[in-house]
């Protein structure tokens, strides 16, 4: 990856997650949450990875994407039946949409935001929205507890060991999935479990 190019992600908060990590989770969504999701949004789409780790594991899944850079069009409109550029955020506003799944790796300053907007367009009963991020978002000193307290996710899966976004750099802190599911988390509290540790080649991004 060149300056220019990673001067440009910076600027939008945009990183790549390795392919690896994403099928991984992705896995996990389709093993553990329900079965085979109808509807799939990833609303950060980025380059598509997970649009295509999707259509690989789930290849009847009606993918959609949308990523606010008009440069990743041709990337990764291959990788969704239905792709708009866009912004996350506003896109759906006033529209009906429902998706059996939602899963992205949104910019972690829109995190609240995106919450609260994705969690309305989740299928009732069986819909879920899965979002990768810090695990104790330690960085601003505050908990995750302090974050999600209008919307508390219902299970966090924790990624053992370093993940590099970044061609040749590793991200010092720790990342996990978050999961909430259409009907809420009345409780408050989630179950947290590690993932099974990948190779560190697999946790790290390489090639755009």
Not at 17 to 25: A, D, I, L, S
Not at 47 to 74: C, D, N, Q, S, W
């Amino acid at each position: 990856m060149d300056k220019n190019t990673e001067a440009r992600l910076l600027g939008y908060s945009a990183f790549y997650t390795p392919m690896e990590v994403v099928r991984q989770g992705v896995s996990m969504a389709l093993e553990k949450c329900y079965q085979t999701p109808r509807f799939f949004l990833d609303p950060s789409a980025g380059g598509g990875v997970f649009g295509k780790v999707i259509g690989e594991l789930a290849p009847y899944t009606h993918r959609t994407g949308i990523e606010i850079r008009e440069e990743t069009r041709m990337e990764a409109a291959r990788h969704y039946e239905d792709f708009k550029v866009g912004s996350l955020l506003t896109h759906f506003r006033g529209k009906v949409a429902l998706f059996d799944l939602i899963m992205s790796n949104p910019p972690f300053h829109v995190w609240e935001e995106t919450v609260t907007a994705m969690l309305p367009l989740l299928t009732p009963d069986r819909g879920r929205l899965i979002l990768l991020g810090i695990s104790t978002w330690g960085q601003r000193g505050r908990s995750a507890n302090e974050l999600f307290t209008a919307h508390p996710p219902s299970r966090q899966w924790r990624i053992p060991g370093a993940v590099s976004f970044t061609t040749g750099t590793t991200d010092s802190r720790d990342y996990s999935w978050f999961i909430w599911e259409a009907n809420g988390n009345p409780a408050g509290s989630w179950l947290t479990e590690n993932l099974p540790r990948l190779e560190s080649k697999d946790r790290r991004h390489e090639t755009c």
